[in-house]
Protein backbone atom coordinates (compact mmCIF):
# COMPACT_ATOMS: atom_id res chain seq x y z
CA UNK A 1 0.00 0.00 0.00
CA UNK A 2 1.42 3.46 -0.69
CA UNK A 3 1.27 7.21 0.29
CA UNK A 4 1.08 10.15 -2.40
CA UNK A 5 0.71 13.46 -0.87
CA UNK A 6 -0.56 16.30 -3.28
CA UNK A 7 0.40 19.95 -2.41
CA UNK A 8 -1.48 23.05 -3.03
CA UNK A 9 -0.51 26.89 -2.20
CA UNK A 10 -3.45 28.54 -1.09
CA UNK A 11 -4.11 32.15 0.11
CA UNK A 12 -4.05 32.33 3.94
CA UNK A 13 -6.90 33.39 5.80
CA UNK A 14 -9.53 30.94 4.11
CA UNK A 15 -8.98 27.78 6.00
CA UNK A 16 -12.38 27.39 6.98
CA UNK A 17 -13.66 28.24 3.39
CA UNK A 18 -11.59 25.76 2.11
CA UNK A 19 -12.30 22.90 5.07
CA UNK A 20 -16.10 23.82 3.79
CA UNK A 21 -15.24 23.06 0.86
CA UNK A 22 -13.73 19.72 1.51
CA UNK A 23 -16.49 18.65 3.70
CA UNK A 24 -18.75 18.92 0.99
CA UNK A 25 -17.00 16.78 -1.52
CA UNK A 26 -18.81 13.77 -2.94
CA UNK A 27 -16.74 11.15 -3.17
CA UNK A 28 -16.33 8.32 -6.27
CA UNK A 29 -18.78 5.61 -6.18
CA UNK A 30 -16.03 3.14 -6.12
CA UNK A 31 -12.99 2.72 -4.96
CA UNK A 32 -11.49 0.67 -7.71
CA UNK A 33 -8.67 1.73 -10.20
CA UNK A 34 -9.07 0.49 -13.89
CA UNK A 35 -6.78 0.67 -16.88
CA UNK A 36 -7.27 2.17 -20.22
CA UNK A 37 -8.66 -1.32 -20.88
CA UNK A 38 -11.23 -1.40 -18.03
CA UNK A 39 -9.02 -4.10 -16.36
CA UNK A 40 -8.59 -3.31 -12.61
CA UNK A 41 -5.05 -2.36 -11.57
CA UNK A 42 -5.70 -0.86 -7.93
CA UNK A 43 -7.57 0.70 -5.13
CA UNK A 44 -8.37 3.87 -3.45
CA UNK A 45 -8.13 2.93 0.24
CA UNK A 46 -8.48 6.59 1.82
CA UNK A 47 -7.28 10.67 1.37
CA UNK A 48 -7.26 13.04 4.26
CA UNK A 49 -6.37 16.48 3.46
CA UNK A 50 -4.43 18.91 5.97
CA UNK A 51 -3.87 23.16 5.97
CA UNK A 52 -2.38 25.16 7.20
CA UNK A 53 -1.43 29.20 6.92
CA UNK A 54 -0.73 29.21 3.18
CA UNK A 55 -0.09 25.34 2.49
CA UNK A 56 -2.74 22.29 1.90
CA UNK A 57 -1.70 18.84 1.48
CA UNK A 58 -4.14 16.20 0.13
CA UNK A 59 -2.59 12.64 1.41
CA UNK A 60 -4.16 9.38 -0.91
CA UNK A 61 -3.70 6.29 0.60
CA UNK A 62 -3.65 3.69 -2.50
CA UNK A 63 -2.73 0.46 -4.06
CA UNK A 64 -1.77 0.32 -7.78
CA UNK A 65 0.25 3.25 -9.86
CA UNK A 66 -0.64 6.80 -9.08
CA UNK A 67 -1.40 7.61 -13.21
CA UNK A 68 -4.00 4.73 -12.22
CA UNK A 69 -5.33 7.23 -9.25
CA UNK A 70 -4.36 10.66 -11.27
CA UNK A 71 -6.56 9.22 -14.13
CA UNK A 72 -9.59 8.13 -11.83
CA UNK A 73 -9.46 11.68 -10.13
CA UNK A 74 -9.60 13.11 -13.80
CA UNK A 75 -12.67 11.10 -14.92
CA UNK A 76 -14.77 12.18 -11.48
CA UNK A 77 -17.39 15.09 -12.29
CA UNK A 78 -16.59 16.00 -8.11
CA UNK A 79 -13.05 16.44 -8.41
CA UNK A 80 -13.67 19.05 -11.35
CA UNK A 81 -16.57 21.00 -8.87
CA UNK A 82 -13.96 20.71 -5.94
CA UNK A 83 -11.31 22.13 -8.41
CA UNK A 84 -13.72 24.78 -9.33
CA UNK A 85 -14.67 25.65 -5.96
CA UNK A 86 -10.86 25.97 -4.85
CA UNK A 87 -9.96 27.90 -7.65
CA UNK A 88 -10.53 31.86 -5.83
CA UNK A 89 -8.11 30.06 -2.61
CA UNK A 90 -5.37 29.26 -4.94
CA UNK A 91 -2.22 31.29 -4.77
CA UNK A 92 -1.50 30.03 -8.83
CA UNK A 93 -3.92 29.48 -10.95
CA UNK A 94 -3.92 25.98 -12.75
CA UNK A 95 -5.73 24.13 -15.55
CA UNK A 96 -6.70 20.57 -14.79
CA UNK A 97 -10.22 20.91 -17.48
CA UNK A 98 -9.17 17.97 -19.31
CA UNK A 99 -7.33 14.49 -17.95
CA UNK A 100 -4.01 15.37 -19.35
CA UNK A 101 -4.10 19.00 -17.54
CA UNK A 102 -5.37 17.13 -14.93
CA UNK A 103 -2.74 14.32 -14.93
CA UNK A 104 0.20 16.79 -15.22
CA UNK A 105 -0.58 19.13 -12.08
CA UNK A 106 -0.84 16.17 -10.08
CA UNK A 107 2.69 14.98 -11.45
CA UNK A 108 4.08 18.06 -10.92
CA UNK A 109 2.24 19.00 -7.15
CA UNK A 110 2.94 15.26 -5.97
CA UNK A 111 5.92 15.61 -3.10
CA UNK A 112 8.62 13.58 -3.35
CA UNK A 113 8.67 10.17 -0.52
CA UNK A 114 11.20 10.10 1.61
CA UNK A 115 9.53 7.17 3.89
CA UNK A 116 6.61 5.10 4.27
CA UNK A 117 6.21 3.08 7.23
CA UNK A 118 2.89 0.96 8.13
CA UNK A 119 2.00 -1.62 10.89
CA UNK A 120 3.99 -4.64 9.03
CA UNK A 121 6.88 -2.51 8.58
CA UNK A 122 9.40 -4.45 10.26
CA UNK A 123 13.00 -3.18 11.78
CA UNK A 124 15.94 -4.44 9.64
CA UNK A 125 17.27 -7.74 11.30
CA UNK A 126 20.66 -6.75 13.47
CA UNK A 127 23.66 -8.05 12.90
Known amino acids: MTYAAITYRVKPGHEDEIAEIF ?14 QGNEVGRLL ?9 FMVRIIHYEGTL ?3 SAKMARHGGVHQLEKQLAPYLVKERDTST ?7 FRDATMRCISQLSA ?3 PAEAS
Open 23 to 36: QNFQRVGSSELHDE
Open 46 to 54: GTAVFIKDD
Open 67 to 69: EAV
Open 99 to 105: PEKFGTY
Open 120 to 122: DTR
